[in-house]
């Protein structure tokens, strides 16, 4: 079964940083690309960034790029995003999912971040 | 970007009725591959996004046949026949034929 769980969310001041991770476990993690999705507080989805399967590659939102870093470790089933210089309008549910054919076929539970003073 | 978008935003059914939900992409989403890479997603309240459908009527593993889609053009449909109480929550379409990825603002069935 394939399991995607998240860590590493919380409360952050304006300007700060917070590095979330994905633990991915049921599949072979190398064959896939990933996602970082993200859903603001009673609002609808967004893509955030996603990164190749050997992690040599990866594409932003604009209006995350140069903020966000999106990586992997192959060797420990894991996906990262970290997070610098964050806003107010960051404030979401950060979820992580698998690419499969130019879609998202699995989620995972999601972790909350909260950029508040 | 691919510009997506849905109707209605709100969706009042009864049980046992059919419900429809339309989504419109504000370009075509017909790959090089031939392939239409349009996705449906079921959240409900409190849970993270499923798939429900993908490549327009491709239904995932353990997803019922009342769900299905159908597509013309630029404008998709996802059709539930028969209401069940569990189909409560939000529906969202999503494109993957351009980038970024983009998803319609989603759909609230309630019942």
């Known amino acids: 079964e394939v399991q995607l769980v998240e860590s590493g969310g919380g409360l952050v001041q304006p300007g700060g940083s917070l590095r979330l991770s994905c633990a991915a476990s049921?599949?072979?993690?190398?064959?896939?690309?990933m996602s970082w999705v993200r859903q603001a507080p009673g609002k609808g989805l967004e893509w955030v960034a996603n990164?190749?399967?050997?992690?040599?590659?990866?594409s932003y939102v604009d209006s995350m790029q140069g903020r966000f870093t999106v990586s992997r470790d192959n060797d420990k089933n894991s996906l990262y995003l970290q997070m610098n210089s964050l806003r107010v309008e960051d404030t979401a549910v950060y979820y992580c999912?698998?690419?499969?054919?130019?879609?998202?076929?699995?989620w995972g539970q999601g972790t909350p971040v909260t950029v508040s003073s | 970007d691919v510009v997506m978008t849905q109707s209605p935003l709100s969706l009042p059914v009864t049980l046992g009725q059919s419900a429809s939900v339309s989504c419109r992409s504000s370009?075509?989403?017909?790959?090089?591959?031939?392939?239409?890479?349009l996705s449906w997603f079921h959240q409900r309240p409190g849970q993270s996004p499923r798939r429900l459908l993908y490549?327009?009527?491709d239904r995932d593993s353990g997803v019922p046949d009342r769900f299905s889609g159908s597509a013309s053009g630029t404008d998709f449909t996802l059709k539930i026949s028969r209401v069940e109480a569990e189909d409560v929550g939000v529906y969202y379409c999503?494109?993957?034929?351009?980038?970024?990825?983009?998803f319609g603002p989603g759909t609230k069935l309630e019942i």
């Open positions: 370009q075509s989403l017909v790959h090089s591959d031939g392939n239409t890479y």
């Open positions: 990164i190749n399967k050997d992690g040599s590659a990866q």
């Open positions: 049921g599949f072979t993690f190398s064959r896939y690309w």
């Open positions: 999503m494109q993957g034929t351009g980038w970024p990825y983009t």
């Open positions: 490549k327009v009527s």
């Open positions: 999912a698998r690419n499969g054919g130019y879609t998202l076929d699995h």
